[in-house]
């Protein structure tokens, strides 16, 4: 595997040769491209050919794409992004969506060794401005819990902690969340902790010391949540070449 991510502080974008994956899931939507052609993908058990789609988070999903390389934008359940592209979903699970009208040259450099997260950043503006889509704004309650959640990155959720600074019973909080995100709080809490192992990462990093810093219980802990997000295992990704993470500044 060689790609390059793309992270700002509520979404990411991957490109380059993705490896076939068995059936995972991720908290996060995906936004997924073909840069040359059609790409096989796999939503619940059901496979189709496309060349861009969308899956909502927390759906099982696979990808193979032999032919061409993958634009992969995973989009947090908070994000205003996603609150974009949530809109063409219909309340289904994944959906066909028409690609960028132009990828031009200028995408190579997404993949050259220093990369261009300008380039990146501007693509996916380009893309959300042709779909025409329009963002609905989170409930401001969950909205303001998300924002807590990621300040203080807490080891588990407190339902009642959580509860009380919103002037919400545990239960409204609990149905409130998952409605309005489309992920339960404590996974939303897993994302929040892989988002900073990504942060935290540099090549030479131990795997333990990375779980410790990103606040995962073990290393075991964190294989088993990347394994189960990405279907692959933490060293495929860290291994010298395989992935280069840009870390970005948003805009606005």
Known sequence: MK?????????????????????HRHISASVLLGLLGEFELSVNGVRRHTRAAIVAPEVEQSLSAPNTPLLIVHCDPDSEVWQHFKYLLLEE?????????????????????????RIAAQLIDDWLGELGTRAQALDPRIADTCAYLRQHLPERIDLEVLAERIHLSTSRLTHLFREETGVSLQRFLLHLKMLQAIRLWQPGMTLSALAADAGFYDQPHLARTV???????????????????HHCEDIG
Request: proline share 9%; no cysteine.
């Open 3 to 23: 790609a390059h991510l793309y992270r700002w502080s509520r979404h990411w974008l991957v490109t380059g040769d993705i490896p076939h994956n068995e059936s």
């Open 93 to 117: 699970d994944s959906v066909d969506i028409p690609p960028p009208s132009q990828l031009s040259a200028p995408l190579s450099s997404l993949n050259s060794q220093a990369g261009d997260a």
């Open 227 to 245: 394994r189960a997000m990405f279907d692959a295992l933490p060293s495929s990704l860290t291994q010298e070449g395989a992935l280069r993470v």
